[in-house]
């Protein structure tokens, strides 16, 4: 049974990466208290894993937006 995916994740910092559905994981934003989110892609061949918070070789994510 896996767990509810979740399309964020947050670091240490405080800023809190989201996935952006429809995108096969490669645009994401970056927002942080107030701040308006900012979106951003992965580079070609990349995806943004939530589990590492970072872009990785899109094969080895799990891509569920």
């Known amino acids: 049974a896996h767990s509810t ?3 964020s994740c ?3 910092s405080g800023f809190t990466f989201t ?3 429809g995108t096969g ?3 994401y934003t970056i927002s942080k208290d107030y701040v ?4 951003f ?3 070609p061949g990349l995806a943004f894993d939530v589990e590492t918070c970072a872009c990785e070789l899109t094969n080895g994510v799990e ?3």
């Not at 308006?36 to 979106?39: R, V």
Request: hydrophobic share 40%.
């Open 5 to 7: 995916f979740e399309a």
């Open 10 to 12: 947050q670091l240490m």
């Open 19 to 21: 996935l952006v559905p």
């Open 25 to 27: 994981c490669v645009t």
């Open 36 to 39: 308006p989110p900012n979106t």
């Open 41 to 43: 892609d992965c580079s």
């Open 63 to 65: 891509c569920l937006v």
